[in-house]
């Protein structure tokens, strides 16, 4: 299932050209994320509590072309896969029909301390 998420693109986003600066891509797709695990219905506050965490472990990026300033945009999430601690997902960064900015994502479950955990079965799920 693809989870969808819209955003839009301040000044505070861009470089002087009025295009967005490479790095904010990475912050347009972590809301998206975090809303797509609310999504699961996780309470990622109460895991906290729990002592357990989700983590970005690992990110491989293309910039396929620019945001502008005040673009309306949307990111897209859908999991790929799934291991015992580990779960997949590939974002990408959307300005109506034309795709910008596409990323896979490994997010890892950990505990408090950073340690590896399993992560349940539930949560699993995509």
């Known amino acids: 299932m693809t989870h969808r998420f819209t ?3 301040y000044y505070e986003d861009t470089d002087l050209a009025g295009i967005v600066y490479y790095a904010n891509y990475l912050k347009f797709i972590e ?4 809303e797509w695990v609310r999504g ?3 309470d990622q506050a109460a895991l906290r509590a729990l002592g357990h965490v989700f983590a970005v472990r690992r990110v491989v990026a293309d910039y396929l072309a620019p945001a ?3 673009d309306l945009l949307e990111v897209t999430t859908v999991q790929r896969r799934a291991t ?3 779960i997949g997902l590939w974002q990408e960064v959307w300005r109506g029909d034309r795709c910008l900015f596409t990323a896979g994502v490994d997010l890892v479950f950990l505990t408090i301390d950073g340690r590896p955990a399993r992560i349940p079965a539930e949560f699993r799920r995509g």
Not at 31 to 34: G, V, Y
Request: charged share 30%; aromatic share 6%; net charge positive.
């Open 7 to 9: 955003c839009r693109v």
């Open 31 to 34: 809301p998206a994320r975090s």
């Open 40 to 42: 699961l219905g996780i």
């Open 68 to 70: 502008r300033f005040d």
């Open 84 to 86: 015992g601690a580990r």
